[in-house]
């Protein structure tokens, strides 16, 4: 009975408005100073995305919902990224192999006035290794005059250039038109996750934490380089790995090994690494320093995890440069550290010793248990209804705002849809979130609780 008027259209509304729709994405890639950002806001309808003349401007708003005859997707502006710490040549092709990497659809954008660049050959040379569709921009067409221009780009080989004017809106119809026939109705993953195979994982943390000494150290002897090619590099990014029994996938390994010894770009291309292995993995295992104060940088990366929605185990390292001290007011700093993610599985190892190594994997797995585990909408409603009867939602202004019924409207992580009779507080979200874990698990997962309110 708890579930009639359940509607799952709604629900699927509700949980992309919460940022966990399973929205397709459209990557827009190009050189700087193509019209990405102009093209962005044209797309978005507002004048949101950072517009400069200037190359290399740091935008920090890069993905964008936005809708197009009724069809909603994701955008992501490539352009977005810091690109000044770097040579622009090697910012634009990290910044557009990542952008390629996550999305479902690439548009290409070029500048049909000063035809094709290097620049762009390179990019094409991306775009075509990826075999993900890709729609042809060829923008700067400002009027009928120039839509010559937009024809020389047939050379670049990716089919019909769309003469577009970014400033003025021309053309853009059509180009959306062709945006939408390119984008899957729905993407073919879940949550950027595809299903089956082995299990993926990402090794995350800051630089000299021990990433790469912890891959040694589990990898030993019977590593398997994964034969798959990312962009430009030649690198295996992923290695099968057997641990505990099983084979895992550690993604973008690649990345760990090939130490980037640049002093400035270091950190750009840390976090781009960090973003793109979160992206393939579905369990995330945070190494973090023991015998260092956490860094904020630390803490960026357990952010990123929980916001990527994947499981997340947190891995303390060098456990054997300890000393007493040090261990005793470690546990009291991670009471206070980790408080964003205390429902994480904790293990304290050393990559150098191997201490603790065999606790991984069953941390790993309890992890993506908690990930997957969905909770069945009966048993959800008994748990609901009585959370609601011995601890009601105080009273506001007269009223009393009551979880009507609810719903676990997906896993891998588990997202849940209350459906309440008035607006509920923060502080009564949390103890909602609270109990469920306390009652259901979902140990190592962060979970979304989106409410929907009845009148
Ligand atoms: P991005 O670096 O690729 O994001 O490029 P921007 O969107 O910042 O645009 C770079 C410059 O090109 C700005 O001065 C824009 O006003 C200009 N621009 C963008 N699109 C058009 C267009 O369609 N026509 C003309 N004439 N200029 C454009
Ligand atoms: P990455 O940058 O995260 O890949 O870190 P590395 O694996 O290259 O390690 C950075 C430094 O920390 C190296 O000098 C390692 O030998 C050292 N290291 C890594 N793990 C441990 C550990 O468990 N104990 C100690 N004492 N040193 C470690």
């Known amino acids: 009975a708890a579930e009639e008027g359940f509607d799952a259209e709604d ?29 962005v806001n044209r797309i978005i309808g507002r004048r949101e995305a950072v517009v400069e003349d200037r190359p290399g401007v740091t935008r920090d708003r890069v993905s964008y919902e936005a809708t197009w005859n ?4 994701k955008l992501v502006d490539t352009g977005g990224w810091e690109v000044d710490v770097l040579g622009i040549d090697a ?11 996550t999305a479902d659809a690439v548009l290409f954008v070029v500048d049909a006035t000063v035809g094709p660049t290097d620049t762009d050959e390179a990019l094409v040379k991306l775009l075509r290794r990826s075999g993900k569709p890709v729609v042809l921009c060829a923008n700067k067409v400002d009027g009928p005059s120039t839509e010559a221009d937009a024809a020389m780009l047939w050379s670049l080989g990716l089919g019909e250039p769309f003469p577009v004017s970014a400033l003025h809106g021309r053309g853009s119809g059509d180009l959306l038109d062709a945006v939408m026939e390119a984008l899957p109705e729905a993407p073919p993953q879940t949550f950027g996750v595809a299903l089956g195979g082995p299990r993926r994982v990402a090794l995350l943390g800051r630089p000299n934490v021990g990433k790469s000494s912890l891959l040694n150290q589990v990898a030993g002897e019977e590593r398997v380089v994964v ?6 590099t030649r690198d295996p990014v992923d290695e099968l790995i057997e641990l505990g029994g099983q084979t895992w996938k550690f993604v973008d390994t690649a990345g760990i090994r090939r130490r980037v010894h640049l002093t400035e770009g270091a950190d750009f291309y840390a976090s781009l690494r960090t973003a793109s292995a979160l992206e393939k993995a579905e369990v995330a295992v945070i190494l973090i320093d023991a015998s260092e104060t956490l860094a904020e940088q630390d803490t960026r990366i357990i952010t990123m995890a929980v916001e990527a929605g994947r499981a997340v185990v947190i891995a303390y390292n060098k456990w054997d440069l300890l000393d007493e001290e040090r261990r005793y007011y470690l546990e009291r700093e991670i ?29 790993i797995e309890t992890a993506l248990e908690g990930w997957e585990t969905r909770v069945p909408t009966g048993k959800l409603n008994s748990f609901l209804g009585e959370l609601v009867a011995a601890h009601p939602h105080p009273i506001r202004g007269g009223k009393q705002p009551r979880i009507l019924f609810g719903t676990q409207a997906g896993t891998r992580p588990p997202r849940f849809v209350l459906f309440a009779s008035g607006f509920l507080e923060a502080g009564y979200r949390r103890f909602v979130e609270r109990r469920l874990r306390e009652e259901f698990g979902f140990a190592g997962t962060p979970i979304s609780i989106s409410v929907r309110v009845r009148e």
């Open 227 to 232: 034969n798959e090619i990312a962009g430009t």
């Open 11 to 39: 629900v699927d509304r509700d949980l992309a408005a919460a940022g966990h729709g399973p929205l397709p994405v459209l990557a827009v890639v190009g050189r700087p100073n193509v019209g990405k950002s102009t093209l």
């Open 91 to 101: 910012a634009v092709a990290a910044q557009a192999e990542f952008g390629i990497e």
């Open 335 to 363: 009471e206070k550290d980790l408080v964003q993610v205390r429902w994480a599985p904790r293990v304290n190892v050393s990559a150098r010793t191997g201490r603790h190594m065999e606790k991984l994997v069953p941390a």
């Open 70 to 73: 009724g069809r909603r997707f």
